[in-house]
């Protein structure tokens, strides 16, 4: 356990990708190498990058990568992809979008599959920013799911949640309905180059100036084009300038402790819910209480509050 702790810090590339596999599979040799590489976290900059399908999220996590490497930044891509409701499997589309970047070693790239968590962000991700962290990354790059509607999650992974929208579409109104208004600190108007353009980013600038912002950082509205590449030293300035804002407002620590405290519930409630249902496959007592709900013979919300109180959570 320490030696995979010890190579982590010195940022050997497979020990981090095993201990990732490890985290995904609920392996505890994860749980104990993120408890001895947790002081050395806190680091990496951790830059969200959310929106509809279609918006270029993976050529604009593609661009910045590109613009990061040039100023000799390293960097963590974890790209999440939407699970098979069938097959549980992913389709890991990252992996194919990226390959030019999977022969530097200044970069490190993880596709990892939503396996049906709501929000369309795995709470695995919380846990491995931090081993990308530990293991020297400087800039980690999260691109949700983009299932069609706001991945709320990112915000409690982020340090900069980054909204990318494109024109002719719609998506502002469907970006008020939706919530994006209260999670984005930047807003990117994608595919620039195209008709609409112009108004997309003048109707959001319009929304954002009726709605309330969680602090006094004013959201901006970039236009960018990541297929050429146009915007995009602009954003990451903007970026940096967000990062600032942050520490010194305090809002960073403040920001960090609050999500690492939203993690531990969680889990705790994932990890609840898991020894449950084990303990179901194997407790006859329980498995007849089922067959009894199932049957009409109990009511399931009395049976449950019922259930609650004998295993000592009690309502006060």
Do not use: C
């Not at 020990?15 to 947790?38: C, F, H, N, W």
């Not at 939503?114 to 020297?136: H, K, M, Y």
Request: no cysteine; glycine share 10%.
């Amino acid at each position: 356990m320490e030696d995979a702790a010890r190579r982590l810090l010195e940022g050997d590339q497979r020990t981090l990708s095993r201990m990732i596999s490890y985290l995904e599979r609920g392996d505890p040799q994860a749980a104990g190498v993120l408890k001895t590489i947790d002081p050395h976290t806190g680091n990496a900059y951790i830059v969200g990058i959310t929106g509809p399908p279609g918006a270029g999220k993976s050529t604009l996590v593609d661009r910045l990568a590109e613009l990061l490497r040039g100023k000799e930044l390293t960097v963590g891509i974890i790209g999440v992809d939407p699970s098979s409701p069938f097959t549980g499997g992913a389709l890991l589309g990252d992996r194919v979008r990226m390959q030019r970047h999977y022969l530097d070693p200044g970069v490190f790239i993880r596709s990892i599959a939503t396996r049906g968590q709501a929000g369309g962000l795995p709470r695995t991700v919380r846990g491995i920013t931090r081993l990308l962290d530990a293991s020297g990354i400087d800039v980690i790059l999260v691109e949700t799911v983009g299932v069609g509607q706001t991945e709320l999650g990112v915000l409690e992974v982020a340090d900069t949640v980054l909204v990318v929208l494109m024109p002719e579409s719609g998506d502002a109104i469907q970006a008020l309905k939706a919530g994006i208004m209260e999670i984005a600190d930047i807003y990117l108007v994608n595919k620039a180059d195209r008709d609409g353009a112009n108004q997309m980013a003048t109707n959001i600038t319009s929304m954002l100036q009726l709605g309330h912002n969680r602090t006094d950082w004013a959201p901006p509205v970039m236009l960018t084009t990541a297929q050429s590449g146009q915007g995009i030293d602009e954003v990451w300035e903007k970026i940096q300038e967000h990062k600032q804002h942050l520490t010194d407002s305090g809002e960073l620590t403040k920001r960090r402790g609050l999500n690492r405290q939203k993690e531990f519930l969680e889990t705790v409630q994932e990890e609840m819910t898991r020894r449950l249902k084990a303990r179901i496959e194997q407790d006859p007592t329980l498995i007849a209480n089922l067959d009894r709900i199932a049957n009409k013979e109990s009511e399931p919300y009395s049976a449950a509050l019922e259930f609650l109180e004998n295993a000592g959570f009690n309502a006060e």
